[in-house]
Nanobody
Framework: QVQLVESGGGLVQAGGSLRLSCAAA????????????MGWYRQALGRQRELVAT???????NYADSVKGRFTVSRDVARNTVSLQMSSLKPEDTAIYYC?????????????WGQGTQVTVSS
């Protein structure tokens, strides 16, 4: 099992910046494992959860078109942490942001989610 602990959400005015952080803690796998990908998803009120940005162990990143050029995802593989630097925030970025980790154990994938952190962008 993996517990993902998020921090950094809050209220910001449009055009402002926020940084979200997530740490993988209480890792209790009994066998060898690898966290292949970590990233962020978000869910706005009344909408489905959507990908924001992900980053693989080898540094490959993937961004939603709506955040390209404004958000930057980064990862510390050794410490099992992932961060999301958000700039030029817009009211439509308002959502609960969830940290996500994709784990592999001997070719068997599993997925873990954080509890979510609220980001509110006022106009």
């Amino acid at each position: 099992q993996v517990q993902l602990v998020e921090s950094g959400g809050g209220l910001v005015q449009a055009g402002g910046s926020l940084r979200l952080s997530c740490a993988a803690a209480r890792i209790t796998f009994r066998t060898s494992y690898s966290i292949n990908v970590m990233g962020w998803y978000r869910q706005a009120l009344g909408r489905q959860r959507e990908l924001v940005a992900t980053i693989h162990t080898d540094g490959r990143t993937n961004y939603a078109d709506s955040v390209k050029g404004r958000f930057t995802v980064s990862r510390d593989v050794a410490r099992n942490t992932v961060s999301l630097q958000m700039s030029s925030l817009k009211p439509e970025d308002t959502a609960i942001y969830y940290c996500n980790a994709g784990v592999d154990q001997f070719g068997i994938p599993s997925e873990y989610w954080g509890q979510g952190t609220q980001v509110t962008v006022s106009s």
